[in-house]
C-alpha cells in the first residue's frame, strides 16, 4: 500500500496557527475517504491525530470515528507513526513555534 507522506518540513505548516491543523486534517481526509491515495485508516487517524494536537476539533471527532475501525494493534502503529513524525519535524516545528 503505497503511502504519501510530508517529508519536507518546508511543505508543511508546522507552526501553531490553525492552518497547520488544517493541514494536516486535510491530509487525514485524503487518507481516510481515499482521495487522490488508497484508503488508510492507520495514515488518516496519524494525520487526524497530528491535527488534533495543533487544535483542529473535527480532527479529534474523526479521529475517533476512524479508530473505531480500527484494531488496537492499528491504532498503536498509527500512534507511533504520528509521534515519529512529530520527532523526525521537532527541529523544524520548534523555530516556528517560537516565532
Known amino acids: 500500500m503505497a503511502r504519501f507522506e510530508i517529508l519536507d518540513s518546508n511543505a508543511a505548516p508546522l507552526g501553531a496557527g490553525p492552518a497547520a491543523g488544517d493541514m494536516l486534517f486535510e491530509l487525514g481526509m ?10 488508510d485508516l492507520v495514515a488518516a487517524h496519524k494525520w487526524f491525530n497530528l491535527a488534533a494536537m495543533k487544535g483542529n476539533a473535527d480532527a479529534i471527532r474523526l ?26 519535524n521537532q527541529e523544524a516545528a520548534a523555530p516556528a513555534m517560537a516565532a
Open 30 to 39: 485524503m487518507y481516510s475517504v481515499g482521495r487522490d491515495v488508497p484508503i
Open 63 to 88: 479521529r475517533r470515528e476512524v479508530a473505531n475501525q480500527m484494531s488496537d494493534v492499528e491504532i498503536a502503529t498509527a500512534q507511533r507513526a504520528a509521534r515519529d513524525w512529530l520527532r523526525g
